[in-house]
């Protein structure tokens, strides 16, 4: 990967919806949508995003990862990795998969 940048990301309570945000140049980009796996609640301000090019950085895109127990990632299907530690250990550490899509603002 030739870039990386730093964000947040977040999983909302018992549900399958999650986010995260970074800012490249003053451009908001936020990669949401759904896990697969029923989790709770996950947060952390301390993730990184590596890419090759912005323009890796649009569209839907399908991702798989893991969850747990400290740390998470995800990998999506053209390349970008979203990984980082979280606030709260998740025991045990769980295999995770869905879908996505690039906004920016």
Do not use: C
Not at 3 to 18: A, E, H, K, L, P
Not at 21 to 26: D, G, K, L, M, V
Not at 66 to 79: E, K
């Amino acid at each position: 990967m030739s870039f990386t940048t730093r964000g947040s990301f977040i999983r909302y309570g018992r549900t399958q919806i999650m986010a995260s945000s970074f800012t490249i140049n003053e451009t908001q980009y936020t990669f949401s949508g759904t896990i697969s796996q029923s989790l709770l609640a996950l947060s952390t301000n301390n993730i990184t995003l590596n890419y090759d090019n912005v323009n890796d950085l649009i569209n839907t895109h399908q991702f798989s990862g893991q969850n747990g127990q400290s740390t998470f990632n995800l990998t999506l299907d053209n390349g970008p990795k979203i990984g980082g530690n979280l606030n709260t250990p998740l025991n045990p550490a769980i295999p995770v998969s869905g879908a996505g899509e690039w906004a920016t603002s």
